[in-house]
């Protein structure tokens, strides 16, 4: 029998950053992960945009969260020895004057945007109202995801398996899974939490995003780009094309229907030819609030959930892991805006 202090399961963005925090708090760590192919982190771009929608509004706790999730991937990158962190300017593109106007009459004081004293991507882009820069990042998520899991290979701390409930024993004490005997078993699964038996109170508002991946000759630049669709550049020299979002879905496989918009949405945007050379799709795990879902089950304790990062991952998970990490040292009082708790109907007075 092994013997740890925490089993998790899923090695996305959430559990990456979840199991990081804690060895670095001297807990004996665990990971079992199925590699699905199509997880949501596996599929994202990894783009970390300090503002959201047609106002530019200032993302939830932005200036609190972005320092720290440059210094956790700085801090990665270094002992990994892989290109983790980015930052980037996002060029965004006006798609109506009166998107222009807005922009400049409401962004003043905005320490994330400005205006570009000269226009760029001339003759590549339909730009007729110009752009904005937006100061975001990039997370590798390609070189993150699977350096860290060669990281915990190394350390006998990867279990590549797929988790099924039934095998789970919750005891008073903690939790027995096969040869694994834990104190408490962590879910940052994803999407599969919502057909998790101990879950079946959290509100998930899952929703679907495909992507494309373009070839664009013309264009070489390292910032993204962004007009209907968001173009990032990739290590291989492709773009990363997307998203879409889609509520009602039937699979998780990618569709014909989302490519034709995606087309089109990229023909709105670039003037230089293009060729698709693949399409990704995923589910985003997000909570009916949009704030992450963390915290211990009120009536076992010895199971856990770190969930809900919706749109946001890459920025989100670095603060929240750690925070959820000192929770459950006993360091800290967790959040009540992330408190799985407000799925169960528990005041804390
Ligand atoms: C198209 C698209 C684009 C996106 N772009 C961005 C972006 O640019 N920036 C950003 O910040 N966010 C982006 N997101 C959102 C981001 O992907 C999510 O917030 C984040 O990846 C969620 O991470 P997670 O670890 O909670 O879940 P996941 O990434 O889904 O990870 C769950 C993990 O659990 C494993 N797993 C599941 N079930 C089991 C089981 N039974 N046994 C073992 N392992 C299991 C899976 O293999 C997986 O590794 C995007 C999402 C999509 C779909």
Redo the contacts with the bound molecule.
Sequence with gaps: MKRVDYLI????????MLSWFLLRAGKRVIM?????AN???????????PVSGRRFEPAWMYDTIYPFARATYEEMGKLLQVDVFRERELWSVFPTQQMRDAFISKTNGNAYTEMPAQLRYEGLLDQPFGAAIVRGA??N?RAL?PAWRSYLEAREALVS????QDRLEVKGTGVVYEDIQADKIIF?????TAASPFFKEVKFLPN????LLVRIPGLDTADIIKKGI?L?PQEDGLFWA???FVWDYENEAPTLQQREILERNLGQLLKAPYEIQGQ??????SGNDRRPIVGLHPQYPAIGL????????????PFMAAHFAEVLSGNALLMREISLERYFNISRG
């Design positions: 399961v899923g090695q996305g963005i959430a559990g990456t079992m992960d199925d590699g699905k997880s949501a982190s596996r599929v994202a771009a990894g783009i970390i945009n990039t997370v998520l995801l398996s797929h988790f099924q940052c699964d994803g999407m599969a679907k995003g495909e992507v968001t990032v997307g998203s879409s990704l799709a995923s589910v985003r795990p770190f969930n809900g990062l919706g749109t946001k991952g890459c920025s989100l998970a």
